[in-house]
């Protein structure tokens, strides 16, 4: 099959590269020129049309392949990624103010977030590539995935976590057996002795900001959902944000379809942050530049003081003629309840907190409540016991004995 890449492009000096001169970033900008892969839609158009995704077979985001500058070889011998569903809500629409929301349940992944679709794409180029030790520094769930699917795949793993990550994704990493270096520092500390670490051994990135493969694996997350919503994606899509880059990985995804012709406009995107650590959303209401912020918030996955891919993240929030909001620790323990009582989903905070911003996107007059929104929820709750003992009352021990469980039930209401 075709290659349909066109070239690589830096993100700050616009330079362009073929495959071959590059490793990671601009190599004359350094580490701040992420590079973006940029395709032949003319030709692709050609081949990826309607009858394309409705005579493929295959319901993983290796259904998108041919978007993704990845070779097949190994494909079959991954875990499945992707593919995940998209409920529209039953309920939770109403708490938040608007007609019609979607909920696309990154939950129900492999290793339980929506970084499975990344660590798929960096593992099967490590493998192409000839690595055999890949690495990477994360606030828990790019690990846990990495830690995942190198196991699949028989490759090594040196995974570098702040001493905060949750104890869910830290006891992945030992299941998934991996080499894990807890850091007794933030998650910006872990990043720059991940940095150090993997340059001095020679082992293959995973951090998503500089690998400019990965971010094709994050934007399969849009196309699925623009193919769920039969090539008519919801008027907003509802991203956190971290070191932005899933939402400019969801920026891409709808960008390709567009410039397919598969859909006719991009959705509008919702970059949210927590209050507590919120850099984006900081730079965006005071109109100046990204500054470092505190890493101070349950929202682990998104508490990220020094965003890495800042320049993608902003672009697709401007390009999309999208907003950023940022919400608080309680409402997001607020929504993980309503999600789980009003529509049976479990997500973790980070995803949570999509569905706080709506909300609040809903109160300041930025999404109308006449819009359409799907919120991706990108993590599943099991992974963060100790959070969730913040947003619920746990129950109490009742003896053993009928007439106590009686007693119980009534006092309680409920018989
Ligand atoms: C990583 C992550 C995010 C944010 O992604 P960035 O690329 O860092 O912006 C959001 N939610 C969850 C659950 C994540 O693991
Ligand atoms: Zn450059």
Redesign the pocket.
Same mark, same amino acid.
């Given at each position: 099959m075709a290659n349909f890449v066109k070239d690589f492009r830096c993100t700050l000096c616009n330079k362009i590269y073929n495959e071959l001169e590059v490793v990671y970033t601009c190599p004359s900008c350094g580490e701040k020129g992420i590079l973006e892969i940029e395709y032949d839609y003319k030709a692709m158009r050609k081949f990826v049309d309607k009858c394309y995704f409705r005579t493929n077979p295959d319901f993983s985001m290796w259904r998108y392949h041919h978007l993704m500058a990845i070779e097949n070889k190994h494909i079959q011998k991954m875990l499945k990624i992707g593919g995940t569903p998209l409920y529209k809500a039953n309920h939770l629409h109403k708490s938040v103010g608007i007609k019609s929301l979607y909920i696309k349940d990154?939950g129900q992944n492999p290793s339980g977030?929506?970084?499975d679709r990344?660590s798929g794409v960096a593992v099967l180029k490590a493998i192409e590539k000839g690595y055999k030790t890949i690495s990477c520094s994360?606030? $828990?769930? +790019?690990a846990s995935s990495l830690a995942c699917h190198a196991a699949r795949m028989g490759l090594k793993t040196l995974i570098f976590v702040p001493k905060r990550a949750p104890i869910g994704k830290v006891n992945q990493l030992s299941i998934y057996g991996s080499n894990v270096v807890m850091v007794d520092g933030n998650y910006k500390e872990t990043y720059e002795l991940s940095k150090k670490a993997i340059d001095h051994y020679g082992y293959y990135n995973r951090n +998503? /900001?500089i690998n400019p493969y990965l971010v094709e694996g994050?934007k399969t997350v849009a196309l699925e959902i623009a193919e769920q919503l039969d090539f008519s994606p919801t008027d907003w899509v509802a991203?956190?944000?971290?070191? $932005?880059?899933?939402?400019?990985?969801v920026y891409k995804g709808f960008y390709d379809f567009y410039m397919l012709g598969l859909i006719d406009k991009i959705p509008k995107l919702l970059g949210v942050q927590s209050s507590g650590c919120s850099p984006f959303v900081t730079a965006f209401e005071t109109k100046k530049s990204i500054v470092e912020a505190e890493e101070n918030s349950i +929202?682990d996955?998104?508490s990220?003081g020094i965003?890495?891919?800042p320049v993608k /993240?902003w672009d697709a929030v401007e390009k999309s003629n999208g907003s950023w909001v940022s919400v608080s620790d309680d409402d997001i323990l607020k929504y993980m309840r309503k999600l789980g009582t009003k529509e049976g989903i479990f $997500?973790?905070?980070?995803?949570v /907190? /999509?569905i706080a911003g709506v909300r609040k996107a809903v109160t300041l007059g930025i999404i109308s409540p006449i819009e359409s929104v799907t919120v991706?929820?990108? $993590?599943?709750g099991l992974?963060d016991p100790k959070s969730v003992e913040k947003a619920i009352n746990p129950p109490v021990l009742v003896k053993n004995d009928f007439k106590a469980l009686e007693h119980y039930l009534k006092e309680k209401g409920e018989n």
């Open positions: 990154e977030s929506l970084k990344a994360s606030t $828990g769930n +790019a +998503a /900001a994050k991203v956190s944000v971290g070191d $932005g880059c899933t939402i400019a990985g +929202a996955s998104i990220v965003p890495r891919n /993240a $997500g973790e905070p980070a995803g /907190a /999509a991706i929820m990108t $993590g599943n992974k």
